[in-house]
């Protein structure tokens, strides 16, 4: 049992006790990971009956899907080095009557993955609250791990961000400074990396990183200033959820990446996972339906980037 816990509970002191950084900070070949987004356990029937406050009390579709994601990756070889779910890991809102059956049941589900292909957990929204507080967040820490940590995986820097803080952290200002402060001192570490990529549920920005503030992204001044950080850090891309549609676009050369969900899909996108490769010289990456990951596995052109050394 308490194995079992620590597998979801690895993100603690601000880093990833999976992988030790004396280990993982020299490049070494290229790999892949494959990042998921919004499971959102309750979303579907919610979404369906038009009642996305207080519906959600079956998630009976988003276990499926879950398990298929599970056993899609399980299949895989090689093994990807992780698998990062950026948020949204179910729909209960902290406080609300399912919240605690969805997370188990969706603990349920994941400890059936690998046990060597680490699981890397983001805060999304409804995981910690739209109007975060630090009982929220630390609840969400009990549960899942830190709510923001650096680790190292094959010579790539990675950064995972609650991106909450930065939508509205009016009823816990302190815990975003101590992120603004924290995330300073990564991004000095940055400057020395091959690559670097980051993690949070709230997209910078979903096509131009001039569009409108909305839900779905952060708002402008917030965004700017934390782009141009990331672009003087030599940060490559940013991996992010929340939309439950893919899109993305450019800063200067950060690629903004934004996938759809394992979850309800709120667009055209089928439930799928993104499959990211890291090479040497770039960052490649392409959004898999369950299905096809499922029966079809990685594609040729891309397992071939993985085998270069």
Same mark, same amino acid.
């Given at each position: 049992m308490a194995e079992e816990r620590d597998m979801f509970l690895r993100a603690r002191g601000r880093t990833l006790s999976a992988f030790r950084e004396d280990d993982e900070c020299q490049w070494k070949a290229p790999f892949y990971f494959i990042q998921?987004? @919004?499971?959102?356990?309750?979303?579907? +029937? !919610?979404?369906? *009956?038009? @009642?996305?406050?207080n519906g959600g009390d079956e998630w009976e579709e988003e276990i499926k899907l879950t398990e298929q994601a599970v056993q899609a990756i399980n299949q895989l070889n090689p093994k990807p080095k992780f698998f990062v779910l950026c948020g949204d890991l179910i729909h209960g809102m902290p406080g609300t009557q399912w919240r605690k059956d969805q997370e188990q049941d969706l603990k349920n589900v994941l400890k059936n993955i690998d046990q060597d292909i680490p699981l890397v957990f983001v805060s999304g929204n409804h995981d910690i609250g739209? #109007?975060?507080?630090?009982?929220? *967040?630390d609840d969400y820490c009990k549960h899942w791990g830190d709510d923001y940590f650096s680790f190292w995986v094959g010579g790539v820097f990675f950064l995972v961000l609650n991106s909450q803080l930065y939508f509205?952290?009016?009823?816990?200002? /302190?815990? +975003?400074? !101590?992120? @603004?402060?924290?995330?300073?001192?990564?991004?000095? #570490? !940055?400057e020395k990396c091959k690559h670097v990529i980051v993690f949070q549920h709230i997209p910078l920005f979903l096509q131009n990183p001039d569009e409108d503030h909305d839900y779905f992204n952060l708002e402008k001044s917030v965004r700017h200033e934390l782009m141009e950080k990331f672009h003087k850090a030599g940060i490559k891309a940013v991996f992010s959820g929340h939309y439950h549609r893919n899109?993305?676009?450019?800063? +200067?050369?950060?690629?903004?990446?934004?996938?759809?969900?394992?979850?309800?899909?709120?667009? /055209?996108?089928?439930?799928?996972?993104?499959? #990211? *490769? #890291?090479?040497? /010289?770039?960052?490649?990456?392409?959004?898999?339906?369950?299905? @096809?990951?499922?029966?079809?596995?990685?594609?040729? /052109?891309?397992?071939?980037? *993985? +085998?270069?050394?």
């Open positions: 998921g987004a @919004d499971p959102q356990f309750g979303l579907m +029937k !919610a979404w369906a *009956i038009g @009642d996305c406050g739209n #109007v975060p507080t630090p009982e929220t *967040i509205d952290s009016s009823k816990c200002p /302190e815990l +975003k400074q !101590a992120q @603004d402060e924290w995330l300073n001192a990564q991004l000095a #570490v !940055a899109a993305g676009g450019y800063y +200067k050369d950060l690629e903004m990446v934004v996938s759809s969900a394992i979850g309800c899909q709120l667009g /055209e996108d089928t439930h799928g996972l993104r499959v #990211v *490769i #890291v090479t040497a /010289e770039k960052i490649v990456h392409k959004y898999c339906s369950l299905n @096809d990951l499922s029966s079809q596995g990685i594609e040729k /052109e891309l397992m071939d980037l *993985i +085998k270069q050394n």
